[in-house]
């Protein structure tokens, strides 16, 4: 993990799906767009995207320091609980297709996992899943 800028590969992680062409077809997929890509910080204050959206999170890194640790980034995909997770179900593959292994400069980007379909979230009452990306170091 050392010489990794995380500060850095979060921006490359949330600009190929908002601004990138690899993600015009996650972004034409969205209730509004790129304005439909946001960090999970902007979840907190009113009003939220349109649906359905994507929210990003980072993860945990896991290890010791000097042991190798996995930078992650969660893609959060949300859309309104009267939609089902159909549109949500769309998106996820678009969402890995945008992210080919070496989109990012100096190590690979792989999805990792694709969540369980979320039951309603309380705090925001829609419906969830998750795309986990890992990036490795070359």
């Known amino acids: 993990m050392l010489g990794v800028d995380l500060q850095q590969r979060t921006t ?3 600009d190929q799906l908002a ?3 690899a993600g015009a ?3 034409a997929a969205l209730g509004a767009g790129a304005a439909s890509v946001v960090h999970a910080e902007q979840l907190k204050q009113p009003p939220l995207p349109a649906t359905p959206f994507l929210a990003l999170r ?3 890194m896991p290890g010791q320091s000097g ?3 996995i930078p992650v980034w969660r893609w959060w995909i ?7 997770h159909y549109r949500i179900n769309g998106i996820a593959p678009l969402v890995e297709q945008a992210y080919p292994f070496y989109c990012i400069p100096f190590g690979k980007v792989v999805v990792s996992g694709v969540s369980e379909e979320y039951p309603i979230d309380p705090s925001l009452g829609l419906l969830a899943r998750v795309v986990t990306l890992a990036f490795y170091t070359m």
């Open 78 to 84: 949300y859309d309104d609980p009267q939609q089902g």
């Open 58 to 60: 980072g993860g945990a």
């Open 25 to 27: 077809a996650v972004r």
């Open 19 to 21: 601004v990138a062409a």
């Open 12 to 14: 490359q992680i949330f």
């Open 67 to 69: 042991d190798m640790r």
